[in-house]
């Protein structure tokens, strides 16, 4: 499996970002994808998950709640972000992550860099 991301940015605070992961190769038991991100001297954190099959449930942390919003392309096996009213404390690496039933890991893309500027 290969996942590909959009490329992020440098975006003003409170400005809008969108970001899109391509899954690829054997894409089958997706159970769900999503993004996390990884500041600066913090661990990495969930952002969102969303499932594949199963009406599309999504799983926001706290902090992105009603300023991020995912999407699932099933057919174009894609997954995206938007990103609205970004804030400074967003900045990170962000990660696409495919997770497949029955495997021992999760697959992860190479990670992209948004900056929020103040």
């Known amino acids: 499996v290969q996942l590909q991301a959009s490329r992020g940015g440098l975006v003003q605070a409170g400005g809008s970002l969108r970001l899109s992961c391509a899954a690829s190769?054997?894409?089958?038991?997706?159970?769900?994808m999503g993004w996390y991100r990884q500041a600066p001297g913090k661990p990495r954190e969930l952002v969102v998950t969303i499932t594949i099959n199963s009406g599309g449930t999504s799983n926001y942390a706290d902090s992105v709640k009603g300023r991020f919003t995912t999407s699932r392309d099933n057919a174009k096996n894609t997954v995206s972000l938007q990103m609205n009213s970004l804030k400074p404390e967003d900045t990170a690496v962000y990660y696409c992550?495919?997770?497949?039933?029955?495997?021992?890991?999760?697959?992860w893309g190479q990670g992209t860099l948004v900056t929020v500027s103040s």
């Open positions: 190769g054997r894409l089958f038991r997706i159970n769900d």
């Open positions: 992550k495919l997770r497949r039933l029955g495997d021992r890991s999760d697959y």
